[in-house]
């Protein structure tokens, strides 16, 4: 049971737009920023986003983060076939002294 | 280039002890927190925990917290993964991972089995 909450699965057909939420609590979301990561199959993940809306050098501008109290979402626009792939969102929780928590993570599917 | 070498992985009974390594080159290695996250067969990613630049501050996740221990050697650059008690449930691979949160730059990870 992860402490945030993804949908498993989310779909979406090439040029299309999808996004996958990721919900949380005050300690964590709520009162910090959130990363997510994409993980291709048999490779370590990948930061996708940081610091709830910022891009690492390097990824596109097709994937941008947002956040509201405590859920927070990516958004994949002009999807593409490679972006099939596992998808994280991650966030600091202030709770226990401190910790890093994850998503479930939510499967994408380019049909 | 920045690399993260992990090794130490391998089969272990429950209840035993390993100890997983991760060799840092490429960057100033004294200068950035560390740590340690595991993905379960099929499963999502689980932080294990992490290490500030000199050692002095450590923290860790709820289920690894008092068997597990991460320390570090900046002369060696190299950090390390303690631990003790293991489960079933703590079968994964464990990926070393530079930074505190953010995490740019991750190893390919070691193969961690927990079974009788």
């Known amino acids: 049971q992860s402490v945030l909450t993804q949908p498993p699965s989310a779909s979406g057909t090439p040029g299309q737009r999808v996004t996958i939420s990721c919900s949380g609590s005050?300690?964590?979301?709520?009162?910090?920023?959130v990363n997510w990561y994409q993980q291709l199959p048999g490779t370590a993940p990948k930061l996708l986003i940081y610091n709830t809306n910022q891009r690492p050098s390097g990824v596109p501008d097709r994937f941008s983060g947002s956040k509201s109290g405590t859920s927070a979402s990516l958004a994949i626009s002009g999807l593409q076939s490679e972006d099939e792939a596992d998808y994280y969102c991650a966030a600091w929780d202030d709770s226990l002294n401190g910790r890093g928590v994850f998503g479930g993570g939510t499967k994408l599917t380019v049909l | 280039e920045v690399q993260l070498v992990e090794s130490g992985g391998g089969l272990v009974q429950p209840g035993g002890s390993l100890r997983l390594s991760c060799a840092a080159s490429?960057?100033?290695?004294?200068?950035?927190?560390m740590s340690w996250v595991r993905q379960a067969p099929g499963k999502g990613l689980e932080w294990v925990g992490n290490i500030n630049e000199g050692g002095s501050e450590k923290y860790s996740g709820d289920s690894v917290r008092g068997r597990f221990t991460i320390s570090r050697d900046n002369a060696k650059n190299s950090l390390d993964l303690q631990m003790n008690s293991l489960r079933a449930e703590d079968t994964a691979i464990y990926y070393c991972?530079?930074?505190?949160?953010?995490?740019?730059?991750w190893g390919q990870g070691t193969v961690v089995t927990v079974s009788s």
């Open positions: 991972v530079r930074g505190r949160w953010n995490y740019v730059y």
């Open positions: 005050s300690s964590n979301i709520g009162s910090n920023t």
């Open positions: 490429g960057f100033t290695f004294s200068s950035f927190s």
